[in-house]
C-alpha cells in the first residue's frame, strides 16, 4: 500500500520548476533575453523540456520520469509566466516505480508565475522562477485506479546557459532547476496519498525561433539590476 502512494506522486518531479523564494520584484529589474547578456529583450511562447530525470521521495519509497514538456508564455520583464499544458511520462508510457502512474495536468493554463533576477545569485542561481496554480492528476494502475490530485504554487533556481553552477554543466541553455523541494497533496484523492513529498528536476528552457512558429530553438538569457 505504502508503494502505491509513493508512486502517485511521480508527475509532480517534472512540474517542479523551483526550490526558493524569489527575491522581491520591487527591488530589481528583470530582462528576459534573446541568448545572451546584451541581446535584445525577449517576450512570447516558451518550452521547458526534462534533462535526465525528475525523481521524487517521500518516506514511503521514490520514482521517476524521464520525459516531460511544458509549453507557455513570458513577458520580457520576467512577470506573467503562464503554463498552457503540460506532459510527464516515461518512454511515452506511465511514470515509473514500484507500481506504474499516469500523469495529466489539470486546469492549464497555470497563470500569474514569474522569473524575477537574483541579485545576490543565492546558491549560484541566476533568477527566482515560480509556476503558480499548478495542478495535476496522477492514477496509480492497480486496484483499479487509484488517484491522487498535487498543486499550488512553485518556486525554483533559474540558471543561464553559461553559468558553471548550474545543474547539468553538459547542457548549454538556461536551465531551471529544483532541489529537495516539498510539494503538498491536495484535495479530492484518495486517503492512501501522502501528504507531501520531495522532488528533483532539471528542465532546459527555450524561446521560439519567431513569434508563433513552433520551433523552440532561441536561447534564452536572464539579467537584471541590483537594487
Known amino acids: 500500500m505504502a508503494r502505491i502512494r509513493q508512486t502517485a506522486t511521480i508527475g509532480v518531479a517534472a512540474l517542479a520548476l523551483v526550490a526558493v523564494a524569489a527575491p522581491p520584484a520591487s527591488a530589481v529589474t528583470t530582462t528576459v533575453r534573446k541568448g545572451s547578456a ?9 518550452r521547458a523540456t526534462l ?16 520525459q516531460s514538456v511544458m509549453n507557455g508564455s513570458i513577458q520580457s520583464n520576467g512577470s506573467a509566466l503562464s503554463i498552457s499544458s503540460a506532459t510527464f511520462n516515461t518512454n511515452g508510457g506511465p511514470c515509473t516505480g514500484t507500481a506504474s502512474a499516469t500523469i495529466t495536468a489539470q486546469n492549464t493554463p497555470w497563470t500569474g508565475g514569474s522569473v524575477t533576477w537574483d541579485p545576490a545569485h543565492t546558491g549560484g542561481r541566476d533568477a527566482g522562477v515560480t509556476i503558480a496554480n499548478f495542478k495535476i492528476r ?22 543561464n546557459g553559461d553559468n558553471p553552477a548550474r545543474p547539468v554543466t553538459s547542457n548549454s541553455q538556461a536551465q ?3 532541489s529537495n523541494a516539498t510539494v503538498n497533496r491536495q484535495s479530492g484523492g ?9 522532488v528533483n528536476a532539471t528542465y532546459q528552457l527555450l524561446g521560439e525561433s519567431a513569434p508563433g512558429s513552433g520551433s523552440f530553438t532561441q536561447s534564452l538569457y536572464v539579467t537584471g539590476t541590483n537594487p
Open 176 to 178: 531551471v532547476g529544483v
Open 138 to 159: 496522477a492514477v496509480v494502475d492497480i486496484f483499479g485506479g487509484i488517484t491522487c490530485y498535487f498543486g499550488g504554487n512553485l518556486t525554483a533556481n533559474g540558471f
Open 190 to 198: 484518495s486517503f492512501l496519498c501522502p501528504s507531501t513529498a520531495t
Open 38 to 46: 546584451t541581446a535584445d529583450p525577449y517576450a512570447g511562447n516558451v
Open 51 to 66: 534533462l535526465g530525470n525528475a525523481s521524487v521521495s517521500t518516506s514511503i519509497g521514490n520514482g521517476t520520469c524521464n
